[in-house]
């Protein structure tokens, strides 16, 4: 989903160097041009005396020891005056300016306009850039004098511009969000009975589900100012600036109430304390320990509502959790095939859709996909129809788009020799015959071996008709079969395997290890659960491995279980391969010849022979 920021509050323009060099040299220009107006040519009092004689000198100011005044000149022809200077040495000059006819007077006029653009402007030059620089880096890095200050990005009423509206695909998260907007638009509604609202609203779902979205969502709808911080802005270097930042940030939110506080990414602030290995009372500890001291503080009635988001629950501290702090937790989870036809409305609005594309369709290929995923997958779709110089984005963009994300970016220019493109072409076919035998798997939609992403040489993809929630022994048993079906084919075909199967072993493996361990399917240890699961450890991941709770012979018979499970599956997949030895051939050839098939072509050569 669209999680754009907005516009912010305050507009800040981007340092640029070519400032400090435009105003040195200006500085330098203003220099040079008063060097020239105010020169003042030193001569040696002979050749004073001199021009005097010459009747050069045509007006002068005397001092006891200085004498300073004008005297003709010729510059290139021209005749022009200029200002010297000299030493007195005789005390009798006044007859002899009387006998030429000079001006003189006996005190040295003080220009203080010529003191001022020579002394004092460039002054204030350079200070005028320094003073320039230091605000313009205060404003990009921050300072000494405001690292205690919020660094929280500010949309005020008018500057969010996101409702509901833009928030598809999560109806029930919307529906708890509800209940906030009404409260901050009609607050009297609730504090007429005594009832208040949660403290705290914890946002928790998997990445890019549109948590941020819908805090902005419920700021749009309600028209109050929203005030955006991730988790770990508030964690400085310096000790105490967080805290200090927290406070500054409950102490603007307070005089702008009502009003919306989001703290994204909430486990960068909020991990369990105490659980590092040092244990020490470090800046984030304090900084956490600021933010529980403001939330139990502050009164909810004044209509600061403090939102959060989080895809990480199980590693917040407790305080952060309990009644009266973060009391409401709401799930944005990703969204079924529905949610995913509405996201996908959202975001294809400003994209020229052709009319044979159908965005229920889209929506049943992209199973798990969050909201950011769609948008990534629409943006994908656009800019492979403009690649193919399309005036419109068609069905087989969308429908490239979701190749490309599942299995990655097409290599057709790496080479790959025939005898390599043998083995791929059988063990793509195998996974696809297992698959459209076995009853309860997936529907095959593409066989394809055309190199993709980093190390995929080749693929079998297979679109679900529906979402699932829960999966039975036996649909898990074929899911293993089909995985292991490439293998098969191999060993069926070349009598010989090839590290191709390494991902599809890594899948097998974790599914069986699964159903032994998590889901109690093995006969042989019954319907015990040995898997610990992460959430209930009291730091998560922050403490080293967890202990095993169980014996070195229970975690022998777990081993033989999954080996057993995956051996019989494969048996089940070369047993499929070698009774249709003959449609995996045919399927084979077509894959070599045409290197993308359709799942209906090979179940048509599957339902012939």
């Known amino acids: ?151 929280a990005k500010v949309y005020m009423e008018d500057e969010v511009g996101v409702t509901f509206e833009d928030a ?13 907007v009404a409260f901050l638009k009609v607050p009297e509604k609730y504090t007429r009975l005594g009832g208040k609202l949660p403290k705290g609203i914890l946002l928790v779902g998997p990445p890019g589900t549109g948590k941020t979205l819908l805090a902005r969502a419920v700021a749009g709808e309600s028209h109050v100012p929203f005030f955006s911080m991730s988790g770990s802005e508030f964690v400085e270097l310096f000790v105490g600036m967080g805290a200090a930042r927290v406070r500054d940030l409950f102490a603007q939110a307070k005089e702008k109430a009502p009003c919306i506080i989001f703290v994204d990414e909430l486990d960068a602030l909020g991990k369990a304390r105490g659980a590092g290995i040092t244990g020490g009372h470090d800046e984030r500890e304090q900084t956490l320990n600021q933010l529980l001291v403001e939330m139990d503080g502050f009164d909810a009635t004044i209509g600061v509502i403090l939102m959060a988001a ?19 937790h709401i799930l944005v989870d990703r969204p079924d095939k529905k949610g995913r036809t509405d996201i996908l409305k959202v975001h294809a609005k400003e994209v020229k859709l052709g009319p044979d594309v159908d965005l229920d369709i889209v929506a049943g290929m992209t199973p798990g996909f969050a909201g950011a995923d769609l948008a990534n997958l ?55 015959l297992v698959a459209l035998i076995l009853p309860g798997t997936d529907p095959v939609r593409k066989i394809s071996i055309i190199p993709r992403g980093l ?43 090839s590290t191709g199967a390494h991902n599809d072993l890594a899948r097998a493996t974790d599914i069986a290890r699964s159903m032994v361990k998590e889901y109690g399917m093995s006969e042989k240890l019954g319907h015990i659960y040995f898997e610990k699961e992460r959430q209930n450890q009291p730091y998560g991941d922050l403490t080293m491995s967890a202990k095993r709770e169980y014996s070195e012979e229970t975690a022998r018979i777990i081993d033989h279980e999954i080996k057993a499970i995956l051996d019989s599956q494969y048996r089940v997949a070369k047993d499929i391969l070698t009774s249709h030895r003959g449609v995996l051939e045919q399927g084979a050839a077509l894959v070599l010849k045409e290197e993308n098939i359709e799942g209906k072509r090979l179940k048509a050569i599957l339902d012939a022979g």
């Open 310 to 328: 989080t895809n990480r629950p199980e590693i917040l501290d407790p305080a952060l959790l309990r009644p009266g702090r973060f009391d409401r």
């Open 378 to 432: 629409v943006n994908e779709a656009a800019l492979l129809a403009v690649r193919h110089d399309k005036d419109q984005v068609d069905m087989a963009e969308f429908q490239d788009a979701v190749e490309r994300i599942v299995a990655g970016l097409e290599k057709k220019n790496r080479l790959i020799n025939e005898n390599e493109r043998q083995i791929v072409a059988h063990h793509e076919v195998g996974h696809a």
């Open 168 to 180: 598809a695909g999560v109806d029930e998260a919307k529906e708890e969000l509800q209940e906030v």
């Open 1 to 151: 989903m669209d999680t754009g920021r907005g516009c912010f509050m305050e507009k800040h323009h981007k340092f640029s160097i070519w400032y400090v060099l435009f105003a040195v040299w200006m500085v330098l220009l203003l220099h040079n041009m008063i060097v020239q107006m105010f020169a003042v040519e030193r001569l040696p009092y002979s050749a004073f005396i001199k021009a005097l004689q010459e009747g050069r000198v045509v007006e002068v100011a005397i001092t006891q020891d200085r004498i300073q005044g004008k005297l003709k000149g010729t510059v290139d022809g021209q005749q022009v005056e200029k200002v010297f200077t000299t030493v007195r040495v005789d005390p009798q000059l006044s007859e002899m300016l009387e006998k030429y006819n000079v001006t003189f007077k006996g005190v040295i006029e003080s220009n203080f306009l010529q003191n001022l653009a020579s002394w004092v402007l460039p002054v204030i030059l350079f200070f005028g850039v320094w003073y320039f620089m230091m605000r313009r880096f205060a404003a990009q890095q921050g300072s000494f004098l405001t690292l205690g200050k919020k660094k």
């Open 455 to 497: 190390s995929a040489l080749g693929y079998t993809l297979q679109v679900p008709t529906e979402d699932r929630f829960l999966m039975s022994k036996t649909e898990l048993l074929n899911k293993i079969a089909v995985a292991l079906g490439g293998r098969a084919a191999e060993e069926i075909v070349f009598d010989d395997i």
